[in-house]
DNA sequence: TACAATCTGTTGCACGCACAACTATAACAC
DNA sequence: GTGTTATAGTTGTGCGTGCAACAGATTGTA
């Protein structure tokens, strides 16, 4: 289950496993993250990075959370989330709060028209997924993709 | 060993598995990607894009591609690649040259310079994408990967 | 208390990309 | 042939993002 490949051969191309293995999923996540996006835009105007706030926001106990916080949550530098957030105030789907306790900070809170506009595109975009991923895979695989991943981001996130 | 899935339920939340396989995919890409074009922008001044269109280049026949097929291999519209191609002419790792035989079309060349270049920075990045990605495979797990990620493109790639 | 070091969020700036409009060439119809 | 349609590549423009620099608030130390 673990990783048990010969002696890399470093520096050696990748033979016709290693690419199918490794450009396959590149192709496979630009294909994906290209039609979501499109889709979610079409059918809310939502883009894929906005949805990912909403995400979290709905998701978390007050539907607010610390900027930073967000900011890590969505993969997404601190500048970045700042430019999104005021995007969002803009269409008053989330407001900016003062954080209690902390003078320095800004909570990002959903707004219920935020909170509206997030489960109208849930439903698409759950449904998208499903249909462009979850459904090309089998129980077991669904598993052991869920494991790869798990093992991968412990290994390399510290190395970097 | 092809999906197997009961029939979807449609718009309901993922469940644990499923989150799993999904939001590991997404994770696991951008954290590689980053990393990948980090390090080979570090070693080698190199962006991840700029190395795919030298790859494409240097593996083809004669070294030269048209534009839009090169457009096509590196997933960038064509608009992208104009100025990307710029960049690298700027930089006299790549030149452009009259298509012989269709006057609308270009080519762009890989030079010495170009092929030195990108020479260098495969065994940086082959180096990286095992040590990332492909030492946490298992045979087999690269077998089956291979096999997902080709099953996926063929089945999403025409809906859209 | 005072002062340095750290942390939070925002802003200036530059970059890379996509979309749409455009020019030039080619392919096809008649 | 002429006219129409399609294709190739470039350019104008706007958007989203990261990095570096910044102001304000907090924490730690003497």
Redesign the interface.
């Given at each position: 289950?673990?990783?048990?490949?010969s002696p890399?051969r470093?520096?050696?191309?990748?033979d016709e496993?290693?690419l199918?293995?490794?450009r396959?999923?590149?192709?496979?996540?630009?294909?994906?993250s290209r039609?979501l996006d499109?889709e979610l835009i079409a059918a809310h105007g939502l883009p894929l990075s906005t949805y990912e706030v909403l995400l979290f926001l709905a998701d978390s106990p007050d539907g607010q959370m610390r900027m930073s916080d967000l900011a890590d949550s969505v993969?997404l530098s601190r500048s970045g989330l700042t430019r999104l957030v005021d995007r969002l105030v803009r269409d008053e789907l989330v407001e900016r709060r003062a954080c209690p306790g902390d003078a320095r900070g800004m909570n990002a809170v959903i707004t219920d028209a935020g909170r509206a506009r997030f489960a109208e595109a849930?439903?698409t975009h759950?449904?998208g997924?499903?249909?462009?991923?979850?459904?090309?895979?089998?129980?077991e695989?669904?598993?052991?993709?869920?494991?790869?991943?798990?093992?991968?981001?412990q290994?390399?996130?510290p190395?970097?």
């Open positions: 289950m673990s990783a048990t490949t890399t470093r520096g050696k191309q990748l496993l290693e199918g293995a490794w396959g999923f590149l192709r496979t996540h630009a294909a994906l039609q499109a993969l849930r439903k759950l449904d997924v499903r249909r462009r991923y979850l459904d090309h895979l089998s129980d695989e669904r598993e052991l993709l869920a494991g790869i991943w798990d093992r991968m981001s290994g390399a996130m190395a970097c």
